[in-house]
């Protein structure tokens, strides 16, 4: 059992970063900056956006559907504005936990 514990302890620590290792390249580092927090971001604002366009079309019974057909009906453009900014700040948040997460237990995201 100690063993088993030991090799999980193991798996989840990240290997230490190498000081004197060459860093990434600017372009490279700002990459990863935008796949980490950027794409997220706009993925859950559009998602956000278009979530009862598609339920209009594909959900899984008539209440669903309906609801979603009467929401499109009385939908603005504020409203999607506002929902797009709503999804864009969850999906930001969610990469800059992961990287604040990467930058407290020091590894390269």
Same mark, same amino acid.
């Given at each position: 059992m100690e063993a088993l514990l030991e090799a999980d302890e193991k798996a989840i620590?990240?290997?230490?970063?190498?000081?004197d290792g060459a860093r990434d390249p600017l372009w490279l580092r700002w990459a990863k900056f935008a796949s980490i927090v950027l794409l997220p971001a706009f993925v859950l604002g559009v *998602? $956000? /956006?278009f979530a009862s366009y $598609? *339920?209009?079309?594909? !959900?899984r019974n008539y *209440?669903? &559907?309906s609801r979603a057909e009467r929401f499109v009906q009385r939908d603005t453009w504020? !409203?999607?504005?506002w929902r797009f900014l709503e999804g864009v700040?969850? !999906?930001g948040g969610? !990469?800059?936990i992961y990287v604040g997460r990467c930058i /407290?237990? &020091?590894s390269d995201p």
């Open positions: 620590d990240d290997p230490p970063l190498n000081p *998602t $956000f /956006v $598609f *339920t209009q079309y594909s !959900g *209440t669903d &559907r504020e !409203g999607m504005q700040c969850l !999906g969610l !990469g800059l /407290v237990r &020091r």
